[in-house]
């Protein structure tokens, strides 16, 4: 484990740092971001209300939609971003494929880029990713988890920069056009670590299948993690199994959610996607009527972000309909788990 | 900060004395020479073969002489006899301190592969923070950054982003002309000071700012300068097609490019006289097509790079397979690092009973032609010289009255320019061409497929 104290924090414990953190954030939005201020105050709540976990429920919740609703050349970032520009490190669109007019766009800083590269460290230790492997990271030019995993210089703190890797970046949106020289580059270093999307790892497979390799033989992959992002699918129980016949090696599913600056991974139990609440306060909630619904029942995911600076998000409603466990997982970890349907 | 000291990045070495330069580049050339010898079994055995060893070294003659020429079907081959993927370059051993592995787009095929070390990767930023300076780039600029997570662009994101302090607009989607509404909107509500982008990713964001009825004058007003290149060559016709559309003079755009193997990267300064390049980190020459023989500054032939700081993949006498010259005179901008024209890919260049065409030729003919798109596809049918060139090139066809006409005048241009017969093929968008990855490609094989 990278942060064993944090990563197997008892509940209670960890009931209380969301609400110490809780209290901050909500403070924060208010005073900083015009965009919740404004809502905070149609619902009628201030933050002071918030005065432990279950007020949460007291806030209301943003969608898409309201996120879109004030966005105007004059401000790109439709009254949410909490920071001036010079302290922006980078913007990011949307990761659709199709983009709305207008478009909802991201803001991080440079606090921001630091936990979240702390976050995907503990995920990818999760995952039984160790100092000094051969790490290939598909994924576009600008996503998240191309800047915040690969170290390309010694200034920034990334995943490389705290535990050394070799990396080889494959670009994720060209893969259609670029399957063969990712393919190569998998066959000649078979990387310990390949971070990938259900649908470039088939083409992958097709690729090897054109020249009669196979995968088993020619990647010979220890870890393989499919990325749950918008516009690949997620790996369910049926292609985990297909992968495992046919490529060998651990298949674990991730959840990417770039609005919120979130992400949820599988340990080796495959069980549930482990999230971290030091960071998150993750609820479900009922998709008509928008309360939240009991853990173990089924409901909307919603995510509230407790430490962006750039463009945090409060009940974030993502639109996956998943269950919640907040059981202890076998492998030590206390954080909540999240089953997506 | 005085405006002459706001010109550089490393004024020291960008305004160093050619002597003394050239005095630095040999004694790099040594060290190199020396590391490649005694670290890559590569360089071992084709030295051996050359007859030629390290201490044999003395003058940048010496180099030019006598050590072999690298290209990349050598390590090609190295690489199905022995089963290293690097081809014997490789001087480092495979751990943790080997910071990235890539490989070149394979746009000719099986693609080549080379590494970075921390400190490859901490020169590699220094040029290209040199490069980015010298066009342009300041603090608090907004970048839109169009490219790929291939090999340059690790060490250029580094470089906008952590060095100069450049703010990035990032999409996570390659401009494809049928995905481009996102950039358009995004330049639309964010502003961009920069853009740098393909010119393949400009069109289509043009493309999709027509579909959508933006302006694109309106949509570049924040711009201050187009970064373009990035393995097209950027010609004048291709300037001021850019000046017409989005009505940022030529003088305001500017070529960038590099060959991924020896981590060489080339960029145009303001007085727009051919691309730099950094002479303390590479030594750079034209070597005569025929007779491989090294040529003097200024003459057409093809360009020979060697890396002079590479730790993990260094590559001596790298053949780009390029056509151009390397200008070594002063350039009025102050800098006497020396500049490169490059006109083409000499595999991409179509004999016409004898006479080499390349794309660039044909760009700047067909520059001025009203209605085309810029995009073009030249198509080889013979093994030998070709009677004629033909080519497929995508017009607007709304600018054309009748297109007989318009493809006669065309090929009365070319032979009036090139002296060479044509026949000409109008297609109706871009898309209708054949690509490899994200080019358009310029010279299509037929004759491969025949066989």
């Known amino acids: 484990m990278w942060r064993k104290n944090i990563e197997t924090m008892p509940r209670e414990e960890l009931t209380k740092l969301q609400e110490e953190k809780a209290k901050r954030q909500l403070k924060y939005v208010y005073d900083y971001t015009k965009f919740y201020r404004k809502k905070f105050q149609e619902a009628g709540v201030k933050p002071e209300d918030f005065k432990s976990l279950s007020d949460i429920r007291k806030f209301p919740l943003t969608t898409k939609e309201d996120m879109k609703k004030d966005v105007t050349p004059e401000d790109p970032f439709g009254g949410r971003c909490a920071v001036p520009w010079d302290k922006i490190w980078g913007v990011h669109n949307q990761p659709e494929p199709e983009v709305d007019d207008p478009p909802i766009l991201g803001v991080t800083t440079e606090y921001d880029r630091e936990v979240l590269v702390d976050h995907l460290t503990r995920h990818l230790l999760m995952g039984g990713f160790a100092r000094g492997d051969i790490v290939e990271l598909q994924a576009s030019q600008w996503e998240g988890i191309a800047f915040l995993v690969e170290g390309h210089f010694r200034m920034r703190r990334t995943v490389q920069s705290l535990m050394p890797f070799t990396s080889i970046p494959i670009e994720s949106t060209l893969f259609l056009l670029d399957a063969p020289r990712a393919t190569y580059l998998t066959k000649f270093f078979k990387p310990d670590v390949i971070i990938t999307t259900v649908d470039y790892a088939k083409l992958m497979t097709q690729e090897l299948e054109k020249e009669k390799g196979d995968p088993k033989k020619e990647f010979q992959p220890k870890i393989v993690i499919h990325r749950f992002r918008p516009g690949s699918p997620l790996l369910d129980e049926k292609t985990r199994e297909e992968f495992k016949k046919t490529w060998g090696g651990t298949h674990l599913s991730m959840i990417d959610i770039q609005y919120a600056n979130f992400y949820a991974m599988e340990c080796h139990q495959c069980n549930g996607h482990h999230a971290w609440e030091d960071g998150f306060i993750v609820e479900t909630v009922d998709q008509q009527t928008g309360e939240p619904t009991a853990p173990g029942e089924k409901g909307v995911l919603t995510l509230t972000n407790l430490w962006a600076e750039g463009t945090p998000v409060i009940r974030y409603v993502t639109g996956h309909t998943a269950k919640l466990d907040t059981n202890p997982c076998n492998c030590g970890r206390t954080h909540i788990r999240i089953f997506l349907e | ?451």
């Open chain 2, 1 to 451: 900060m005085s405006e002459e000291l706001d010109k550089f990045w490393n004024k020291k070495i960008e305004t160093m004395p050619r002597e003394e330069l050239e005095e630095l580049q040999l004694k790099r050339l040594k060290a190199e020479v020396s590391y490649a010898y005694h670290n890559a079994s590569y360089y071992k055995k084709s030295f051996t073969e050359g007859e030629v060893t390290p201490e044999d070294i003395k003058t940048l003659d010496d180099f030019d002489k006598k050590i072999p020429l690298l290209y990349k079907d050598d390590l090609r081959a190295e690489r199905s006899r022995t089963g290293d993927p690097f081809g014997g370059v490789m001087c480092v051993a495979l751990d943790e301190r080997v910071k990235v592995i890539n490989a070149s787009t394979g746009t000719t095929g099986i693609p080549s592969v080379f590494a970075y070390t921390n400190d490859d990767l901490i020169t590699a930023v220094e040029q290209e923070t040199r490069l980015k300076w010298m066009r342009g780039w300041r603090p608090r600029d907004r970048i839109y950054a169009v490219g790929v997570r291939w090999h340059g662009y690790i060490p250029i994101s580094a470089t906008g982003l952590d060095i100069i302090n450049i703010v990035g607009i990032s999409d996570s989607m390659y401009p494809l002309p049928h995905i481009s509404k996102r950039h358009v909107l995004a330049m639309k509500y964010l502003k961009p000071t920069i853009i740098a982008a393909p010119m393949l990713a400009l069109s289509s964001i043009f493309e999709a700012a027509k579909n959508m009825g933006q302006d694109i004058k309106e949509l570049f007003s924040s711009i201050r300068f187009i970064d373009t290149g990035y393995g097209d060559i950027v010609t004048m016709a291709v300037k001021k097609r850019l000046e017409e559309e989005t009505g940022i003079p030529p003088e305001r755009i500017f070529d960038y490019g590099g060959v991924a193997d020896p981590l060489w990267y080339f960029g145009d300064c303001p007085e727009h006289a051919g691309n730099h390049e950094c002479d303390d980190l590479f030594y750079t020459k034209a070597y005569d097509l025929e007779t491989h023989e090294p040529l003097p500054s200024g003459e057409r032939g093809e360009i020979v790079v060697t890396n002079l700081f590479a730790e993990a993949t260094p590559m001596l006498k790298w053949g780009t397979e390029d056509t151009g010259s390397v200008n070594t005179e002063r350039c009025n901008c102050g800098r006497t690092h020396s500049r490169v024209t490059i006109l083409g890919r000499e595999a991409f260049a179509a004999n016409i009973k004898g006479m080499r065409v390349f794309p660039a030729d044909i760009e700047n003919i067909l520059g001025d032609v009203p209605g085309f798109t810029e995009w073009f596809t030249m198509l080889k049918y013979s093994k030998g010289p070709m009677d004629k060139l033909k080519i497929k090139m995508a017009t607007d066809t709304t600018k054309v009255r009748d297109i007989e006409e318009y493809k006669s005048e065309v090929s009365r241009r070319i032979r009036e320019n090139l002296g060479v017969d044509s026949e000409i093929e109008i297609v109706e968008s871009v898309s209708d061409l054949p690509f490899v990855g994200h080019k358009v490609v310029k010279l299509l094989d037929l004759t491969k497929e025949a066989e």
